[in-house]
């Protein structure tokens, strides 16, 4: 049977863990829909599936728009179906579970409770949860053109009106868990993105997983988690799952005494999650060796005889052998925070400043970032400061100085800087750059290269992760 195959082929060669997440959009017709739950069930405990329906689930089998459908009926019929099976399936509901790590002996609250409840219960309740999961189809009531008068429900949801309806009270629900609880540990699982049903800023200490939009996303840093990248797709032929850990920070290797050792690359791209850095590696031949001393990890990549330091998903060809790597990683490690730890508290401190008046301050590499376009760079040879606004690496207007940046790019962070400029004298004052004259189109991309390099031995001192090597760095 077809969606049999499917199935075997989703979940071939997996550790099952407890929880399985399904973000919506498996089939349009319920009855291929039931299919699939009932053949899973047998392969995976339903106990530990956790499903939101999509916009697909709505069609309820119309393809064409040409029934009157009803969106409470809709979600009845898939209820009755997740009762009959054992699965779980969320609309605008919290799932958790009050015991020690994963059970399935889970709670709920619903949407009245989750509104209803007194601000104390709530922030009782979450006091010792190891998790929750808020799960809905989020819906779409923010989403410009491609909301429902696009046609994404068919004639289940039709008006923009009815979606912005369905959309708030998922808002809602999200809001009031936000200003109460949201210090804690949730998974905010639906179909549409958040930028579909929230227009407010990122939690960054919740998990946030999405499908509807066919595009694998992945994102983690320190303002945000999203895991959208395990997307089917249109045409999709093979299909797989991800996995993550519902920690934010853990190391899979914490408990591997000081060595050498042969790992897979399910493992090393777990070990990247949970560090927070974001690798798309895909090899799938060859042997990677872990290597871990007083701390600190070091990945080679070996195949066809050559050995590959790891940056993330890119390789860089090793001209000495794996020990000597492992002998030296101590020394390679503390010379690096000897030649660039003043720097980079340098750049913390730039990045404090810019939070102050209002923007970003996520740092990378050498960049400090304003906002997505506006940008200062922090020359680690000579310690002027550049500011910059870019649409692309190449396309990039150069400023004279972050003030005169402000006040023609972000008259807003501007004012914020006057403001409190009259307090601190020595706010952004790290050494105005000498190289600029005056505004000017700047093309060449010289100080990409050096933030990159500079970025990859950040990851020592963050992480205690190596993923560049330079032996000039040995000499000194």
């Not at 002996?105 to 619903?110: A, G, I, R, V």
């Not at 601000?119 to 923010?142: H, M, Q, R, T």
């Not at 777990?270 to 798309?280: A, E, H, L, Q, S």
């Not at 870019?390 to 400023?399: F, R």
Request: aromatic share 12%; net charge negative; with cysteine.
């Amino acid at each position: 049977m077809f969606i049999v195959d499917i199935i075997e082929d989703m979940i071939d060669d997996v550790e099952i863990p407890e929880l399985l997440l399904i973000a919506g959009d498996v089939s349009f017709d319920y009855e291929i829909s039931k299919i699939f739950y009932y053949e899973l069930s047998q392969r995976w405990n339903p106990e530990f599936i956790i499903v939101v329906l999509g916009n697909h689930e709505l069609w309820d089998g119309d393809c064409l728009g040409m029934a009157e459908n009803n969106i409470d009926e809709v979600v009845e019929k898939y209820k009755e179906l997740a009762n009959q099976i054992g699965f779980t399936l969320l609309m605008n509901e919290l799932c958790y579970s009050s015991g020690g790590g994963y059970t399935v002996e889970q709670s709920f609250l619903n949407e009245k409770e989750m509104l209803d409840l007194p601000d104390s219960d709530i922030i009782e309740l979450f006091k010792d949860l190891p998790y929750a999961i808020l799960g809905g189809l989020g819906f779409s009531g923010y989403a410009g053109e491609f909301n429902a008068t696009s046609g994404l429900y068919r004639s289940t949801i039709k008006t923009l009106e009815e979606d912005l309806a369905e959309t708030q009270k998922f808002e809602r629900i999200y809001d009031r868990l936000n200003s109460l609880v949201g210090d804690r540990k949730i998974i905010v699982l639906t179909h549409t993105p958040k930028e579909n049903w929230s227009l407010k800023k990122y939690n960054k200490n919740w998990i946030y997983v999405n499908g509807h939009t066919h595009r694998n996303t992945y994102f983690m840093d320190s303002e945000k988690t999203l895991y959208a990248d395990n997307q089917v797709g249109y045409d999709r032929l093979s299909m797989g799952l991800r996995n993550f850990y519902i920690s934010n920070d853990y190391d899979i290797f914490q408990g591997f005494e000081d060595g050498h050792y042969e790992i897979t690359r399910k493992e090393y791209l777990n070990f990247n999650c949970g560090k927070r850095i974001n690798v798309n590696f895909s090899e799938t031949s060859g042997q990677i060796h872990m290597l871990k001393r007083s701390g600190l990890y070091c990945f080679v990549y070996e195949v066809n005889n050559k050995k590959y330091m790891l940056e993330g998903g890119r390789k860089r060809l090793l001209d000495n052998d794996i020990t000597y790597y492992y002998d030296n990683m101590v020394k390679y490690a503390d010379n690096i925070s000897l030649v660039f730890g003043a720097y980079n508290k340098a750049l913390e401190q730039l990045s404090r400043q810019i939070k102050i008046i209002g923007g970003s301050g996520e740092i990378h590499g050498s960049i400090v970032d304003i906002d997505h376009y506006n940008h200062v760079y922090l020359n680690a040879n000579d310690g002027s400061l550049t500011a910059y606004s870019a649409t692309s690496v190449v396309d990039k207007i150069v400023y004279p100085s972050l003030a005169i940046m402000l006040e023609t790019e972000l008259p807003e962070l501007y004012e914020n800087y006057l403001l409190v400029k009259k307090e601190d004298k020595k706010i952004l004052t790290v050494n105005s750059s000498s190289l600029v004259k005056g505004v000017k189109y700047v093309s060449d991309t010289l100080m990409y290269k050096q933030s990159n390099v500079i970025k990859a031995l950040q990851y020592t001192q963050n992480c205690n992760v190596i993923r560049r090597w330079s032996d000039a760095l040995l000499d000194l």
